[in-house]
């Protein structure tokens, strides 16, 4: 058999503050321990002359906070399975044991499991301190953050926000950081050190971007974010984006936006990712960051109109994302292992090999082609076409046998002009010259949607010189003539080579 373990809160540092309760569990204890000797109720203790072993000895000699926690669990679980039963072993834990006390929630789960009782007494919270010191009603919404693992997406501007466990400089610094993703650097946060205890607390005011500036971060400090109602507060906020589709969309919206179809938006979703290529082309990143928004905005009203019938929502968008995305990287969360972008590639395609067979797809009775979008522009669908059918061999050997079939073709189509055949028979040979041309891509390594933009932007310049030349000259280009034309064009591309 074994002792009982209780754990019991010393609460935020004011010993008037601890009760009769506990006070008599820590003098009636066969043995005390407590998670840290640096909490000021460890004075009043000594006077009571209740005596204690600490756990301070673990932070030094440890790498990380979970290893210490995983050693305070073990250690307890191990000395009350080795006392006599019916003694009684206290952990004293500051604050509350159950807010922020990670080795409590792991006693929770471990002590059934090796034949342990387990009390919880409560205490009083730095929360209790902070509502009181800090002047805010948590009823208006509150969350409460791990400075050690705070993410911007755990932020929300509308609640009242407190982040404990901000030890140091380091911390506060990279609490700083990631409040600024949401957050103006101007904007006034609160940091308190020791709140309630006498003759050490602390409540600074200080503009965010001085948060890591400050001294005497420690074991008693805090961060607290005050409730921004602001309009735009939440302006960075992908919750606030959802909202605005859905208000565009109802009743009380725009006109326009509630007559949308995913018919008639399909030439806009087209529109808006030629654009986004665009900006890319031109190494813009301004440029970039609207167009991904009027790209995002395509995606929001699509998953809008979903969410509008019950199907979907944007929010379920997301989530098969993620899970797809988890997924198909077993080498980065799961245990395999690509040491190359080749591998990884494998990697991506087992997965969606598997994926399909889940489904109830066998792939291996698909066709070689599939998963090739029927409405891909012409270019990139046979590059796509081509680059399949070379996976199960049915391929060219070398470049020179692309480059006869690629002369091939030019033949049968000047044949189809100079013999009159029909126009659609002429389209037809012009097609399989385009393919063939196309299929050289992969040869050397280029993308021909790529190839061909370069062209096209190439082409734009040189006119575009020719227009600027002729027009110092006073002449239009509509009364130019091929030759002169012809001669500006070559002086571009002589301009081009000095560049």
Same mark, same amino acid.
Request: proline share 4%; charged share 30%.
């Given at each position: 058999?074994?002792?009982?373990?209780?754990?019991?809160? %010393?609460?935020?540092?004011?010993?008037?503050?601890?009760?009769?309760?506990?006070?008599?569990? %820590?003098?009636?204890?066969? $043995?005390?321990?407590?998670?840290?000797?640096?909490?000021?109720?460890?004075?009043?203790?000594?006077?009571?002359?209740?005596?204690?072993?600490?756990?301070?000895?673990?932070?030094?000699?440890?790498?990380?906070?979970?290893?210490?926690?995983?050693?305070?669990?073990?250690?307890?679980?191990?000395?009350?399975?080795? +006392?006599?039963?019916?003694?009684?072993?206290?952990?004293?834990?500051?604050?509350?044991?159950?807010?922020?006390?990670?080795?409590?929630?792991?006693?929770?789960?471990?002590? @059934?499991? $090796?034949?342990?009782?387990?009390?919880?007494?409560?205490?009083?919270?730095?929360?209790?301190?902070?509502?009181?010191?800090?002047?805010?009603? @948590?009823?208006?919404?509150?969350?409460?953050?791990?400075?050690?693992?705070?993410?911007?997406?755990?932020?929300?501007?509308?609640?009242?926000?407190?982040?404990?466990?901000?030890?140091?400089?380091?911390?506060?610094?990279?609490?700083?950081?990631?409040?600024?993703?949401?957050?103006?650097?101007?904007?006034?946060?609160?940091?308190?050190?020791?709140?309630?205890?006498?003759?050490?607390?602390?409540?600074?005011?200080?503009?965010?971007?001085?948060?890591?500036?400050?001294?005497?971060?420690?074991?008693?400090?805090?961060?607290?974010?005050?409730?921004?109602?602001?309009?735009? +507060?939440?302006?960075?906020?992908?919750?606030?984006?959802?909202?605005?589709?859905?208000?565009?969309?109802? @009743?009380?919206?725009?006109?326009?936006?509630?007559?949308?179809?995913?018919?008639?938006?399909?030439?806009?979703?087209?529109?808006?990712?030629?654009?986004?290529?665009?900006?890319?082309?031109?190494?813009?990143?301004?440029?970039?960051?609207?167009?991904?928004?009027?790209?995002?905005?395509?995606?929001?009203?699509?998953?809008?109109?979903?969410?509008?019938?019950?199907?979907?929502?944007?929010?379920?968008?997301?989530?098969?994302?993620?899970?797809?995305?988890?997924?198909?990287?077993?080498?980065?969360?799961?245990?395999?292992?690509?040491?190359?972008?080749?591998?990884?590639?494998?990697?991506?395609?087992?997965?969606? $090999?598997?994926?399909?067979?889940?489904?109830?797809?066998?792939?291996?009775?698909?066709?070689?082609?599939?998963?090739?979008?029927?409405?891909? @522009?012409?270019?990139?669908?046979?590059?796509?076409?081509?680059?399949?059918?070379?996976?199960?061999?049915?391929?060219?050997?070398?470049?020179?046998?692309?480059?006869?079939?690629? *002369?091939?073709?030019?033949?049968? %189509?000047?044949? +189809?002009?100079?013999?009159?055949?029909?126009?659609?028979?002429?389209?037809?040979?012009?097609?399989?010259?385009?393919?063939?041309?196309?299929?050289?891509? *992969?040869?050397?390594?280029?993308?021909?949607?790529?190839?061909?933009?370069?062209?096209?932007?190439?082409?734009?310049? *040189?006119?575009?010189?020719?227009?600027?030349?002729?027009?110092?000259?006073?002449?239009?280009?509509?009364?130019?003539?091929?030759?002169?034309?012809?001669?500006?064009?070559?002086?571009?591309? $002589?301009?081009?080579?000095?560049?």
């Amino acid at each position: 058999m074994a002792a009982t373990l209780t754990v019991v809160g %010393l609460g935020s540092g004011n010993p008037d503050r601890l009760t009769l309760g506990i006070i008599k569990k %820590l003098q009636a204890a066969s $043995a005390v321990y407590v998670r840290t000797a640096e909490h000021p109720v460890m004075a009043a203790l000594a006077e009571l002359e209740i005596s204690s072993e600490s756990f301070d000895g673990l932070y030094e000699s440890l790498s990380s906070f979970p290893e210490v926690y995983e050693a305070i669990t073990a250690t307890l679980i191990e000395k009350a399975a080795a +006392a006599p039963q019916g003694t009684e072993i206290v952990y004293a834990v500051p604050g509350h044991p159950m807010v922020a006390e990670s080795a409590v929630s792991l006693l929770r789960q471990r002590c @059934p499991e $090796a034949g342990i009782e387990l009390n919880i007494l409560g205490g009083e919270s730095f929360l209790d301190e902070a509502f009181v010191r800090l002047g805010f009603d @948590p009823i208006e919404g509150f969350q409460l953050l791990d400075a050690s693992g705070i993410r911007s997406s755990q932020l929300h501007p509308e609640l009242h926000t407190l982040i404990g466990q901000v030890y140091d400089s380091f911390t506060a610094s990279e609490t700083k950081l990631c409040l600024m993703e949401l957050y103006p650097p101007e904007y006034e946060v609160v940091v308190g050190h020791a709140l309630g205890v006498e003759g050490e607390e602390q409540i600074l005011r200080v503009p965010l971007y001085e948060l890591d500036r400050l001294e005497g971060y420690g074991n008693l400090s805090l961060v607290y974010v005050p409730i921004n109602h602001a309009e735009d +507060a939440r302006v960075r906020t992908f919750a606030r984006l959802h909202e605005i589709v859905d208000i565009l969309r109802s @009743p009380e919206g725009c006109p326009w936006d509630r007559e949308q179809t995913h018919e008639s938006l399909r030439k806009n979703l087209i529109e808006e990712t030629y654009e986004v290529l665009e900006t890319i082309d031109e190494d813009d990143p301004d440029h970039m960051k609207e167009e991904l928004g009027d790209l995002l905005l395509q995606i929001m009203l699509h998953s809008q109109m979903e969410e509008e019938l019950g199907t979907f929502s944007v929010y379920d968008v997301i989530e098969g994302l993620n899970e797809k995305l988890l997924f198909r990287h077993p080498h980065v969360f799961g245990d395999h292992v690509a040491g190359n972008a080749e591998e990884a590639l494998q990697n991506w395609e087992g997965m969606k $090999a598997e994926e399909k067979r889940r489904k109830g797809v066998k792939p291996e009775a698909l066709s070689a082609l599939s998963g090739v979008p029927k409405d891909l @522009p012409a270019l990139m669908k046979a590059y796509k076409l081509q680059k399949k059918a070379s996976k199960v061999g049915f391929d060219w050997d070398n470049t020179g046998d692309v480059l006869a079939k690629i *002369r091939e073709e030019v033949d049968e %189509l000047q044949e +189809a002009i100079e013999t009159g055949q029909s126009a659609e028979e002429q389209m037809l040979e012009l097609g399989d010259l385009l393919f063939a041309a196309t299929n050289i891509a *992969r040869f050397i390594g280029a993308d021909p949607e790529e190839a061909l933009t370069r062209t096209n932007r190439k082409f734009v310049a *040189r006119f575009q010189y020719i227009e600027q030349r002729l027009r110092d000259k006073g002449i239009r280009v509509e009364d130019s003539h091929l030759e002169e034309m012809e001669t500006l064009w070559q002086e571009a591309k $002589a301009e081009e080579r000095k560049q």
